[in-house]
């Protein structure tokens, strides 16, 4: 067998062991027999089936999907930008969610706008999914008139770091208890998905990844730079649009639903190449969805033995694949 | 072949070239010369349909540029821009791949005549023991024969070249000349490349079209000779172009 | 016969069952008014109309507060004692049958709430929620509670029914000593804050209801997860209620839950007449001493966030406690709910003008509140020494029992702003929440 397939076949594995994990242990300790039951429905006790069936399966479902979105789309942003130091993020993703969230929880009374409005209809997901989509258009229209990719990358990073200012100003007039729980959103989660979420963002998440692996040919063209590219035949334009298209589907459901998760979109990238030496995304972006799946996972299962917020581990597990990229400087672009 | 009319082309606010025209005839080898900026990169880009000229048209076997689509386009010219391009993990096979863009599905999936083609082209540019190779470990000369060996993987009746000697060494020139002509002459193929090597143009070109801002002159390159405009190029530089001998000479000898 | 007589048994029991099982009702059903707060807006008790009302709640003996001594010049500054001691006549209040069901209604329970309500259908016995019902349906009294803010376990406490509670959010913020008491054994369990809570706890847990509270809205998440679940919550909307004693009732509402409704009232009468007793005496002693309201202790509250103070709005109900002991706070202008960011120059001429400095946050030495805030070091109510903050009662990580107790407990809370107000009024009183940095 080739080194990639042997590869892929340990990472699927790797994957299918961790979600098993994220079953199997929980802060209530229930024995593997009594998970059993739960997901073979055979158990009786309710307790039992609600902690299996609604807890730890939404959540390690949330965490396999949050994880291939988000490094599909770190994947799909460095290769676009040509810079292995981008990520999901980068064109202010994270920063428009924390708007619509903070406008929620912070700005509505501050703005004086009522219980019944719209917004509040809207709950928290609909905040940042809105406030993500918006900043992610406004990206896009602009990228429409601007030719040069760094510009639009520059643009992208000043416009989320406008958009943090201006959440800044809506947690400096909020009082003690807003606050916290906005800061708590920023820490990111996991475990708030429901049932009727998740038939929300799967389906999201499914789309983006499918204009992901529309997009293979594109981005492997990309590679050679944007001239090369065009000349080979590709409309430099329309594989932009579905590039961002793809990033709104992906890191903007997976941040209105879970909060910001950081590093997995930037990191699983690197691992993926790392892993198989392959610069082809007909190799890279499978590589990276599952690695994705797997590394959230894995996140998952230690934020919760460590009782720490999913954020941290991921940072913890993400600079260091991050730092040694850097200082290994291959030429990725 | 390829051929312009009324072409005028800017950069930035200074015009390049203005109201300029000529026709390329298939089947033939020509040398793009002028000196530094003026604007033969502009000119090449313009050509491929990267940019828009300023005024003017542009007409690939009769049919406007600007009409067709990029898949059309990318068939029928394909170019070798200077861009370095050192990607780690990308093997030189897999570049030269990437040329068989326009005709493979999707997903780039490479059929027996595809990947014919690739080797077609690897040999051609002499780079056939060097396919698996990744591109960051190859020297700049090797990367550039790879990029024109991808060049010719896109099968395209036009071609064109910015500076493709620059990084390569004496005998590597005059093989891609030798190989260029080749193309030009046995497969029919327009080809177009800037130069500033002016012995290679003149042995091996058909034509020279030399930028001389806002003009352009495009002549067979024994005309060309004989037009003293190639002395011109020279003037004020402490060298002159000896017509007869078709050599550059310094003061030191016999002046 | 003697075939059908085993039949007619089992028939007559039928009926006899029948007839006790009561009918599931409607919202619309519950007209008879039980329990209509006199202080505060956020809930409502209500009952099934047709059932009698019953004896006048018990409301025990009148509460006694100490008598302040005559001051030297003679004037004796105590209110009429005959007007402290008396308390207003309590209508007889309505009780429900026994195992009659109840509607606990919530309204707006947080900031900037519009037309929000939470129907709360209190079932007993054997009774059954209507089909219809949209609301949120428990059984009376509740066996397993979680309670996601402190004050809740404090009015638990206070009706002494505390070991109700099964679950807290913030356990090492809590005062209480049953909870501290019986944390590690395992029969409190802290279910982790309220934006992040454990759920596979809560499941496992399986309580009857999760009381939680909203700050700027709905607590969306944890209401989407817990439905999942099918447990039920209640809004409880204290910390929305601008009057003191409005926050404190809101213990009837939790006795309405404990099935405890009349110990409830009699309770919350209780603390309400020693609040008002002690503001009556407040008023008078006030009126003798500075009746020029421009002579009573001018109060700064809190401190800035960086280099903006907020000013609370006149609505707030610690300036309404503060103005009850007989001090003048300095408020926002207008009559919004809101507070006003001052500019820190501002806030200096109105800090020099202080008489006295209170709520310190997390400054508990004037040391501390001076490196903190050093422009303020050297204002009056520093140099003099007469700052106070609220945490003489806290746990090692911080929590401060002022936002548990205290919360219950307002006429406490007015007793130790009297004595910090007028410390010469010659009670023997030493406060309890608050503390004087040193």
């Known amino acids: 067998m080739t080194r990639t397939a042997t590869f892929f076949r340990l990472l699927a594995l790797l994957t299918a062991a961790l979600f098993a994990a994220d079953l199997f242990i929980g802060s209530a300790s229930l024995s593997a027999g009594e998970v059993w039951e739960a997901l073979t429905g055979r158990a009786a006790d309710a307790a039992v089936i609600d902690i299996v069936l609604k807890i730890r399966l939404q959540k390690a479902v949330t965490a396999l999907a949050a994880g291939a979105a988000l490094a599909a789309s770190g994947l799909q942003m460095q290769t676009l930008f040509r810079n292995p130091l981008a990520g999901p993020y980068v064109l202010g993703v994270s920063s428009g969610a924390g708007l619509g969230v903070a406008l929620f929880l912070l700005g509505a009374p501050l703005l004086g706008v009522g219980a019944r409005s719209a917004v509040q209809a809207l709950g928290i997901v609909g905040a940042a999914w809105l406030g993500s989509a918006t900043v992610l258009l406004a990206v896009a229209a602009a990228s429409r008139r601007i030719k040069d990719i760094m510009v639009i990358l520059i643009l992208g990073m000043m416009l989320g770091s406008g958009i943090g200012a201006v959440v800044e100003i809506l947690q400096y007039l909020s009082d003690e208890a807003a606050l916290k729980s906005f800061v708590v959103w920023t820490m990111g989660s996991l475990g708030d998905v429901t049932a009727d979420r998740l038939a929300l963002l799967l389906p999201a998440v499914a789309a983006g990844l499918a204009l992901a692996v529309a997009s293979i040919k594109p981005l492997n063209l990309l590679l050679l730079g944007e001239q090369y590219a065009r000349t080979t035949g590709l409309d430099v334009r329309r594989t932009r649009q579905r590039i961002f298209l793809s990033t709104i589907l992906l890191a903007g459901t997976v941040t209105a639903f879970c909060g910001p998760i950081g590093f997995v979109g930037l990191a699983v990238p690197h691992l993926a190449r790392m892993l198989f030496r392959s610069a082809d995304h007909r190799v890279l972006l499978p590589a990276s969805i599952v690695a994705g799946s797997a590394l959230l996972l894995a996140c998952d299962l230690l934020s919760r033995t460590l009782a720490l917020p999913i954020n941290t581990v991921t940072a913890l597990a993400g600079i260091p694949v991050v730092v040694y990229v850097v200082l290994r400087n291959r030429s990725l672009f | ?255 | 016969m003697k075939r059908f007589s085993p039949l007619s048994l089992v028939g007559a029991l039928l009926l006899a069952v029948g007839c006790d099982a009561p009918a599931p009702h409607t919202a619309d059903d519950f007209t008879l008014a039980l329990y209509t707060p006199a202080y505060a807006s956020g809930f409502e008790i209500r009952g099934l109309a047709g059932d009698t009302p019953a004896q006048p709640a018990p409301t025990g003996q009148t509460p006694q507060i100490a008598q302040i001594p005559p001051t030297a010049t003679g004037t004796a500054p105590q209110s009429r004692p005959a007007d402290a001691a008396k308390p207003a006549a309590v209508p007889p209040r309505p009780a429900a049958a026994p195992h009659s069901p109840t509607l606990l209604t919530i309204r707006n329970p947080w900031q900037g709430a519009r037309g929000v309500e939470q129907q709360v259908l209190i079932l007993r016995g054997d009774a059954t929620a209507p089909a219809g019902f949209e609301g949120t349906v428990v059984r009376a009294p509740l066996r397993r509670v979680v309670c996601l803010s402190s004050s809740f376990v404090a009015m638990f406490d206070a009706l002494g029914e505390i070991a109700r509670v099964k679950g807290v959010s913030g356990i090492d913020y809590l005062s209480n000593a049953y909870v501290a008491e019986h944390r590690a054994c395992g029969e409190v369990r802290d279910v982790g804050p309220d934006t992040n809570l454990d759920y596979e706890l809560l499941a496992a847990m399986r309580p009857d209801a999760v009381l939680l509270y909203g700050v700027t809205g709905a607590n969306s998440v944890a209401e989407a997860k817990l439905a999942e679940l099918g447990i039920p919550y209640i809004y409880i909307g204290d910390y929305t209620e601008t009057s003191p004693l409005g926050k404190a009732e809101w213990l009837v509402a939790v006795a309405e839950l404990c099935d405890r409704r009349a110990e409830g009232e009699a309770l919350f009468g209780r603390i309400e007449a020693r609040y008002e007793a002690r503001r009556a005496q407040v008023a008078a002693y006030v009126e003798e001493r500075a009746p020029d309201i421009a002579c009573r202790p001018r109060v700064l509250l809190n401190t800035p966030y960086r280099d903006t103070w907020f000013l609370p709005s006149s609505e707030n109900y610690i300036v309404r406690l503060i103005r009850d002991a007989g001090g003048d706070a300095f408020t926002a202008a207008g009559d919004g709910n809101a507070s006003q960011p001052v500019e820190l120059e501002q806030a200096y001429l109105l800090a020099a003008d202080a008489d006295l400095w209170l709520h310190t946050g997390s400054c508990n030495t004037l040391a501390e509140l001076r490196s903190q805030n050093p422009r303020f070091a050297e204002v009056p109510a520093v140099r003099q020494g007469r700052v106070w903050n609220n945490n003489r009662l806290q746990t090692p990580a911080g929590g401060s029992d002022f936002w548990e107790s205290g919360v219950v407990r307002p006429d406490v809370v007015l007793d130790d702003l009297f004595q910090i107000f007028y410390p010469d009024n010659g009670l023997d009183y030493t406060p309890v929440y608050y503390h004087a940095l040193r």
């Open chain 2, 1 to 255: 072949m390829i051929a312009f009319e009324h072409l005028t082309l800017a950069y930035g606010q200074r015009t390049l070239l203005h109201d300029t025209a000529a026709a390329l005839p298939g089947g033939t080898l020509t040398a793009l010369v002028g000196r530094n900026g003026t604007g033969k990169s502009t000119l090449l880009r313009a050509l491929a349909g990267l940019d828009l000229p300023a005024a003017g048209e542009i007409l690939l076997a009769g049919r406007p540029l600007r009409a067709l689509t990029p898949r059309e386009r990318a068939t029928a010219v394909s170019f070798v821009a200077t861009d370095r391009v050192r990607i780690a993990d990308l093997t030189a096979e897999a570049t030269v791949a990437l040329g068989r863009a326009p005709y493979t599905d999707w997903i780039g999936r490479m059929q027996p005549a595809d990947r014919e083609r690739v080797a077609h082209a690897l040999r051609d540019v002499g780079m056939e023991a060097f396919a698996r190779k990744t591109m960051d470990r190859l020297s700049d000369g090797e990367r550039q024969r790879i990029l024109i060996a991808r060049a010719l993987a896109q099968e395209t009746p036009a071609i064109l070249l910015d500076e493709p000697t620059a990084f390569l060494d004496l005998p590597n020139r005059y093989a891609l000349a030798t190989l260029l002509r080749r193309l030009a002459h046995d497969e029919g193929k327009c080809i177009l490349f800037s130069t500033h090597e002016l012995d290679v143009a003149l042995a091996f070109c058909d034509r020279v079209m030399l930028l001389d801002p806002p003009a352009l002159h495009c002549l067979a390159t024994d005309a060309m000779v004989r037009s003293g405009r190639i002395e011109r190029l020279f003037a004020g530089s402490g060298v002159v172009f000896d017509a007869r001998t078709r050599r550059v000479l310094g003061d030191a000898d016999g002046r």
